[in-house]
């Protein structure tokens, strides 16, 4: 038997397996990370860190490989710790007590596996496993920096040994964030062994994609483990929120908000009869929706698997929250740079000169982020500007912000001379929209230093005329004075 309610209410508000890593709507750059480590695992707790550096500042999709042998494997409990202090539970006592099941296993959001439900065979490796918590925990986040893989060992009597972790980190630098909320209220039994479905119909932005969903559900419940929660997108991808869960716990589904960037995973949370589970990881990782449409319908799925003559529970009401990902729409900045000494009709060793650099948006959009740098050369020694950029010799920056359509900004640099010569001088201009014309990104100034000018007098004729007659009336005297003496 199966129920449905619909409603649409939304608000916009701004062997080795392989990486599976979704489409994304922008440039992302791939980085493969790989530590080989012969690290012992013995009861208690071993750590070890892998520095992660040169990727770009946000988290697209990121996935985790271990190699490791233990012949116990759910004596295990495995966490990773992102350089931010954003921790993902991997695995907690999964594997049984089979050996080497995760001799190289890929936990990726994208895999179809899980590993709480995963079928496990002694000395089988798993290929690819949907981690306890979720990777997706570190999306959006800058992954750059020291990563911790921690391994505990709850049983003495067993030892392993870790031989290599690897993170495969896809990130990008700029892209447009918007966030989407949705909700449907309609109040809907659930009966005893029955499964209902309740919609809620999202429209975005074209072009975007998920990057990150959020869900909230309040069930009025009686045995939580009763129930199984699952979410389905509009491309049909589902994942489990909760199966089967909580023990005979009653109320603990009135206000439960499933996110992957939370810390405890659900099938890790101490229910407690009356109390309401609160903020957890699904069971299932929601970043597998990652890459795909907001588009349309989005389902949830519920099915009570209880004795039918046993007490139901009802859906009160649940919720969406969508961040998606796309190009900033296009702008075209440019930049015209000139130069003028001051004080002086030419530029001159020890003197000063006047940058004035100008920044348009050519449209046809708004431009975000606008940014002028400008490295000075040896040559010039840095003053003043009248702009409040920041000078860190040899850079100067200029942060302008966003720009209209249209706008003209400007400003104007001070600098000393401080040498002779030809004096060359760039500066760039970049926006994180997307700019159709490059060609115009930078432009130079260039100077030729004179030494300093000495002034030398050059003697006009009525000058000489004069030097001449006094020459004459001394010549004259001394030639009188000798002629006195002789007499």
Request: hydrophobic share 45%; proline share 6%; aromatic share 6%.
């Given at each position: 038997?199966?129920?449905?309610?619909?409603i649409?209410?939304?608000?916009?508000?701004?062997?080795?397996?392989?990486?599976i890593?979704?489409v994304?709507?922008?440039?992302v750059v791939?980085?493969?990370?790989?530590?080989?480590?012969?690290?012992?695992?013995t009861?208690?707790?071993?750590?070890?860190?892998?520095?992660?550096s040169?990727?770009?500042?946000?988290?697209?999709?990121i996935d985790?490989r271990?190699?490791?042998?233990?012949?116990?494997?759910?004596?295990?409990?495995?966490r990773?710790t992102?350089?931010?202090g954003?921790?993902?539970?991997?695995?907690t006592?999964?594997g049984g007590?089979?050996?080497?099941?995760?001799?190289?296993?890929?936990f990726?959001?994208?895999?179809?596996?899980?590993?709480?439900?995963?079928?496990?065979?002694?000395?089988?490796?798993?290929?690819?496993?949907?981690?306890?918590?979720a990777?997706g925990a570190?999306?959006?986040?800058?992954p750059?920096g020291?990563?911790?893989?921690?391994?505990?060992?709850?049983?003495?009597?067993?030892?392993g040994?870790?031989?290599s972790?690897?993170?495969?980190?896809?990130s990008?630098?700029?892209?447009?964030?918007?966030?989407f909320?949705?909700s449907?209220?309609?109040?809907?039994?659930?009966?005893?062994?029955?499964?209902?479905?309740?919609?809620?119909i999202m429209?975005?932005?074209?072009?975007?994609?998920?990057?990150?969903v959020?869900?909230?559900?309040?069930?009025?419940?009686?045995?939580?483990?009763?129930?199984?929660?699952e979410?389905?997108?509009?491309?049909?991808?589902?994942i489990?929120?909760?199966?089967?869960?909580?023990?005979?716990?009653s109320?603990?589904?009135?206000?439960?908000?499933?996110?992957?960037p939370?810390?405890?995973?659900?099938s890790?949370?101490?229910?407690?009869d009356?109390i309401?589970?609160?903020?957890?990881?699904?069971?299932?990782?929601?970043?597998?929706?990652m890459?795909?449409s907001?588009?349309?319908?989005w389902?949830l799925?519920?099915?009570?698997?209880?004795?039918?003559?046993?007490?139901?529970?009802?859906?009160?009401?649940?919720?969406?929250?969508?961040?998606?990902?796309?190009?900033?729409?296009?702008?075209?900045?440019?930049?015209?740079?000139?130069v003028?000494p001051?004080?002086?009709?030419?530029?001159?060793?020890?003197?000063?000169?006047?940058?004035?650099?100008?920044?348009?948006?050519?449209?046809p959009?708004?431009?975000?982020?606008?940014?002028?740098?400008?490295?000075?050369?040896?040559?010039l020694a840095?003053v003043?500007?009248?702009c409040?950029g920041?000078?860190n010799?040899?850079?100067?920056?200029?942060?302008i912000?966003?720009?209209n359509?249209?706008?003209?900004?400007?400003?104007?640099?001070?600098?000393?001379?401080?040498?002779?010569?030809i004096i060359e001088?760039?500066?760039?201009v970049?926006?994180?929209?997307?700019?159709?014309?490059?060609s115009?990104?930078?432009?130079d100034?260039?100077?030729?230093?004179?030494?300093?000018?000495?002034?030398?007098s050059?003697?006009?004729?009525?000058?000489?005329s004069?030097?001449?007659l006094?020459a004459?009336?001394?010549?004259?005297?001394?030639?009188?004075l000798?002629k006195?003496?002789e007499?």
């Amino acid at each position: 038997m199966k129920q449905v309610s619909i409603i649409l209410i939304l608000i916009f508000v701004s062997a080795n397996a392989h990486s599976i890593s979704p489409v994304a709507p922008i440039d992302v750059v791939e980085n493969q990370y790989l530590m080989d480590v012969a690290l012992p695992i013995t009861q208690g707790t071993q750590s070890n860190q892998l520095l992660v550096s040169g990727a770009n500042l946000r988290v697209w999709d990121i996935d985790l490989r271990v190699a490791l042998n233990h012949p116990a494997n759910g004596e295990l409990s495995i966490r990773l710790t992102s350089p931010l202090g954003v921790v993902s539970v991997i695995s907690t006592n999964n594997g049984g007590m089979f050996e080497d099941v995760f001799s190289n296993v890929l936990f990726d959001d994208q895999a179809t596996e899980y590993a709480t439900q995963y079928n496990y065979v002694d000395g089988v490796g798993v290929a690819t496993l949907v981690p306890e918590g979720a990777m997706g925990a570190f999306v959006l986040s800058d992954p750059n920096g020291l990563w911790t893989l921690e391994i505990e060992d709850d049983t003495p009597a067993n030892d392993g040994l870790l031989l290599s972790w690897e993170l495969i980190i896809n990130s990008y630098n700029n892209g447009q964030i918007n966030i989407f909320d949705g909700s449907n209220d309609t109040d809907t039994p659930i009966p005893n062994n029955t499964q209902v479905e309740s919609e809620i119909i999202m429209v975005g932005i074209l072009g975007q994609q998920v990057q990150m969903v959020n869900v909230t559900v309040v069930i009025a419940n009686q045995s939580a483990n009763e129930l199984s929660i699952e979410l389905e997108s509009p491309a049909g991808t589902r994942i489990p929120l909760t199966l089967n869960n909580g023990g005979n716990a009653s109320g603990t589904f009135e206000g439960v908000f499933f996110a992957d960037p939370l810390e405890i995973p659900i099938s890790d949370h101490p229910f407690i009869d009356g109390i309401p589970v609160g903020n957890v990881q699904p069971e299932g990782a929601l970043s597998a929706f990652m890459g795909e449409s907001m588009f349309d319908t989005w389902t949830l799925i519920i099915t009570d698997a209880n004795d039918p003559n046993a007490q139901s529970s009802r859906l009160v009401i649940w919720g969406l929250q969508i961040v998606t990902l796309g190009s900033l729409p296009p702008a075209d900045v440019s930049i015209e740079k000139g130069v003028v000494p001051i004080g002086a009709p030419d530029f001159t060793l020890g003197g000063q000169a006047l940058y004035t650099v100008a920044v348009t948006n050519n449209g046809p959009n708004q431009a975000i982020n606008v940014n002028v740098s400008d490295i000075l050369p040896a040559e010039l020694a840095y003053v003043s500007d009248n702009c409040g950029g920041i000078f860190n010799n040899p850079l100067w920056e200029w942060n302008i912000g966003d720009l209209n359509n249209g706008e003209f900004v400007s400003c104007d640099i001070v600098v000393d001379i401080l040498a002779t010569g030809i004096i060359e001088n760039i500066a760039i201009v970049s926006t994180e929209s997307e700019d159709p014309d490059l060609s115009n990104n930078e432009d130079d100034a260039v100077f030729e230093v004179m030494s300093v000018n000495i002034p030398v007098s050059i003697p006009t004729s009525s000058t000489i005329s004069i030097l001449a007659l006094l020459a004459l009336m001394l010549l004259f005297g001394l030639t009188s004075l000798f002629k006195f003496k002789e007499e």
